[in-house]
């Protein structure tokens, strides 16, 4: 017989976890079904984001910056290090301890809720009397129903035509964090969010990291002006980044052989010791069952949903990446809490024009609204600001004066409408951006807000003022 749930979640990604505590803190009886396992076979929830994606690479990105630091940035502090050198094992088992801190804090938080965990496959099996029967197949095999079920299945890597992922020489973002050695030469396909991060990493290591891009254009989604100081500042750090390319041919043998065509047109051929593939993602439906109950899908793949998250299925529910919008952990907790609050009857509201987007490369990329570019294309009229770190205060003492914070206002009204930052720190900046544009403030309001001295966060304030060409320290 099937055990009866009001609310039952696929996945226990950012989007799923979140949404099966948010479901039981409103009194549901909730479930969460997931399959990631740790390599003994033990339940590792968080999906992507914790296992394979943001928390294991922000732990190679400062393992990786501390070294970087060690090996140039020290002297200047009058700390002098001999012998430096670098145990990518350590590294790596270090990386391990933080995923496992975070499957082990996610597990805490559904018995602390009270949310059932099953460990296994979820699948639709049919529509009943009492609801949606969900099967998990697994080391424990259940059959379950739920009033609702909120698929947050995540996705996938995208594979290369012709040269699929054997995570040993031709890598995705998990083969890319789970390297046990430095690689004498890095290939990375695509020069988007995983490609810039992983080759960072690599690169300060010591890899000669060569960034393969097909587009025309370097972050041609960030503002122009941010955009080209990334471009100047990577390449300065020794990322060869090369753009307009054309694939036409990899090999993997004893190493990798990628033959392609350059922007002039030219044929070229580079020989890396690994490539790691990162040309986007792919929404993940495999096992869902979804054809089967009629669970609409579109053409690229993605569950078909309305603004509110529902899908054509009654009381079913899809968030996250294998929802249309941007593939962001922060994304899919906001749909999961949104969703069980609808469930619950409320009116919760997500505005995807203020979620942020962050690099976390060195220097950090950070944005949030509107680039000047998408601005002139819609015919808005605005007035810019910026300020460069150069010119404050905190940052010359962390001896880090690389870029500046840019707010773009409304010509009229002077509301924000979006804000780019390129710097030290400025993942923790964008913060007070999103916030300022949520309660739907002006470039002055931030202006006039106090800022403490010295930190970072002047140069948004400074910015503010540079839209009314008011800047009081450049």
């Known amino acids: 017989m099937a055990t009866a749930f009001d609310v039952i979640v696929i996945g226990a990604g950012p989007g799923g976890y979140i949404a099966a505590i948010r479901a039981a803190q409103l009194g549901f009886k909730t479930a969460c079904i997931d399959e990631w396992a740790t390599p003994d076979g033990k339940p590792a929830p968080g999906g ?14 400062q393992s990786s910056e501390n070294f970087d630091h060690a090996g140039h940035a020290f002297a200047d502090h009058g700390i002098t290090v001999k012998g430096l050198a670098m145990d990518v094992a350590q590294m790596q088992k270090r990386k391990n301890v933080v995923v496992k801190q975070n499957n082990d804090g996610i597990l805490f938080l559904f018995k602390k809720n009270k949310v059932e965990f099953f460990h296994g496959r979820g699948s639709f099996a049919k529509q009943g009397a009492d609801g949606w029967e969900v099967t998990v197949a697994g080391k424990a095999e259940a059959t379950l129903t739920g009033k609702h079920v909120i698929v947050a299945t995540g996705s996938n890597p995208r594979a290369l035509p012709g040269a699929p992922f054997d995570e040993k020489l031709i890598l995705s973002n998990s083969g890319a964090l789970a390297i046990l050695e430095v690689p004498k ?19 300060r290591l010591g890899a000669e990291v060569t960034v393969l891009e097909a587009l025309p254009a370097f972050l041609g989604a960030v503002d122009e002006q941010v955009a080209k100081e990334a ?15 054309k694939i036409a041919k990899v090999e993997a043998k004893k190493d990798v052989t990628v033959e392609y065509a350059d922007a002039a047109g030219k044929s070229q051929k580079a020989v890396f010791d ?12 495999l096992g869902l069952n979804a054809e089967a109950v009629g669970l609409k899908l579109d053409e690229r793949g993605f569950v078909t949903v309305d603004a509110d998250c529902r899908t054509n299925l009654p009381n079913v529910w899809a968030v996250g990446d294998v929802v249309r919008g941007p593939m962001l952990a922060h994304k899919a907790e906001e749909e999961g ?29 950070a944005w949030v609204g509107q680039t000047e570019q998408q601005l002139k294309t819609a015919g808005v009229e605005f007035r810019s600001g910026s300020f460069p770190f150069m010119a404050n205060g905190r940052a010359r003492a962390l001896g880090d004066t690389t870029g500046f914070v840019k707010i773009i206002a409304d010509a009229k009204t002077d509301r924000i409408l979006g804000v780019h930052m390129i710097g030290p720190m400025v993942s923790e900046l964008i913060s007070e951006a999103v916030v300022a544009m949520e309660f739907g403030a002006s470039a002055e309001d931030i202006a006039l807000i106090c800022h403490a001295h010295p930190s970072l966060s002047e140069a948004t304030k400074e910015a503010a003022l540079a839209v009314h060409k008011r800047t009081l320290n450049f």
């Open 48 to 61: 992507t984001c914790t296992n394979v994606g943001c928390i294991p690479s922000k732990a190679l990105l």
């Open 274 to 285: 690994r490539l790691i593939v990162s040309i986007g993602r792919v929404p993940n439906t």
């Open 185 to 203: 030469k890095l290939g990375v396909i695509g020069a988007g969010v995983i490609g810039l991060e992983m080759g960072s990493v690599w690169r």
């Open 337 to 365: 809490v949104a969703v069980a609050e609808r469930i619950a009857g409320q009116k919760p509201h997500i505005d995807f024009n203020t979620v942020p987007w962050v690099i976390y490369t060195s220097p950090e990329i």
């Open 231 to 245: 471009a100047k500042v990577f390449a300065k750090q020794g990322l060869n980044i090369q753009l307009g390319v």
